[in-house]
């Protein structure tokens, strides 16, 4: 299952110029492959012409909104805020024209509060990880 545009629009509350995922390109219940190709408009770009620390961990939670998206039967995007960010390291910021894949966990679930786990790579090279804590609307 693959879904882009439109369809990932569906899925999160946020719009341009604020979206950070192109595209969903896996999923179950609780884990999602994710991409993002970063664009020079990129909201999170650098004077550098690299996206910023804080433009990865949105990427993340975007990709975890993709996620709760997926498992909701309503037509109107969950709206999540991010709690608290955990265990964040960047190796390393992506350029402009790279493209970034993704992978979602969600681990423990209460209520309206998730804890889920990313990681983001260029290729096989690890960029960044982190731990969010969301709470959902």
Same mark, same amino acid.
């Given at each position: 299952?693959? =879904?882009?545009?439109?369809?990932? +629009?569906?899925?999160? *509350?946020?719009?341009?110029?604020?979206?950070? #995922?192109?595209?969903? !390109?896996?999923?179950?219940?609780?884990?999602?492959?994710?991409?993002?190709?970063?664009?020079?408009?990129?909201?999170?770009?650098?004077?550098?012409?690299?996206?910023?620390?804080?433009?990865?961990?949105?990427?993340?939670?975007?990709?975890?909104?993709? =996620?709760?998206?997926?498992?909701? +039967?309503?037509?109107? *995007?969950?709206?999540?805020?991010?709690?608290? #960010?955990?265990?964040? !390291?960047?190796?390393?910021?992506?350029?402009?024209?790279?493209?970034?894949?993704?992978?979602?966990?969600?681990?423990?679930?209460?209520?309206?509060?998730?804890?889920?786990?990313?990681?983001?790579?260029?290729?096989?090279?690890?960029?960044?990880?982190?731990?969010?804590?969301?709470?959902?609307?």
């Amino acid at each position: 299952m693959k =879904l882009k545009d439109e369809d990932i +629009k569906r899925l999160i *509350p946020q719009r341009e110029p604020f979206i950070m #995922v192109d595209e969903i !390109e896996a999923s179950d219940d609780t884990h999602a492959a994710t991409s993002l190709t970063v664009r020079a408009d990129n909201y999170f770009i650098l004077p550098d012409g690299t996206m910023s620390e804080t433009g990865l961990i949105e990427h993340i939670a975007q990709s975890c909104s993709a =996620l709760m998206g997926l498992g909701q +039967k309503t037509e109107t *995007p969950t709206v999540g805020l991010i709690g608290e #960010v955990k265990h964040f !390291e960047c190796q390393r910021r992506p350029r402009t024209d790279e493209k970034v894949d993704t992978v979602i966990e969600f681990g423990f679930v209460f209520g309206n509060v998730t804890i889920a786990t990313g990681e983001s790579r260029i290729g096989q090279e690890l960029i960044a990880k982190a731990q969010l804590k969301i709470f959902a609307q």
